[in-house]
């Protein structure tokens, strides 16, 4: 009778392990996104439906001034952020600070600095990247303290962290 039940409990756990074989975990949605870059080029690529991408027009700051360029999509969960920032000096001392915002409303100009970056002269690339971001809308300020003249391309990726 022993010698029954031990092959019958062989037999359950057989067929639970073979099912849980051939079970497929789900792949994560993916869509098509479309890019176009500062030169004109398209290109797509696939990524996870709540990843967000955004090529900032390639800009020039002159001296003291700043520009406030919005993030326009509206996150309302948490997210992972990177900013890649390029940067070309093309005269006098460049000194520019770049701030990421956030507001919590979608109505609202209150905005409260979530991260920065300080870039100098000899450094041509930085990165801005966190996570668990909780805001409604963001913008990036870049704030010219030096004089100079210095282009910049500022380009993001975002994606849902949960």
């Known amino acids: 009778m022993k010698n029954y039940k031990t092959w019958g409990f062989a037999l359950l756990v057989a067929v639970i392990g073979i099912a ?94 979530v991260d920065s970056a300080i870039t100098t002269l000899g450094v041509p690339n930085y990165m801005m990247r966190g996570q668990n971001v909780w805001g409604n809308r963001y913008r990036i300020i870049v704030d010219g303290t030096g004089t100079q003249s210095t282009a910049y391309q500022i380009d993001a990726i975002v994606k849902r962290t949960e």
Do not use: H, W
């Open 20 to 113: 849980f074989a051939f079970t497929k975990t789900a792949a994560p949605k993916m869509e098509t996104v479309y890019m176009v870059d500062e030169s004109g080029v398209e290109s797509t690529t696939a990524l996870p439906s709540s990843t967000v991408m955004k090529a900032f027009r390639r800009d020039t700051i002159i001296n003291a001034l700043n520009d406030t360029l919005p993030f326009t999509p509206i996150l309302a969960s948490a997210y992972q952020y990177c900013f890649q920032i390029a940067m070309t000096n093309i005269s006098g001392t460049r000194n520019v600070r770049i701030y990421l915002e956030q507001t919590a409303v979608t109505g609202s100009n209150r905005f409260m600095k």
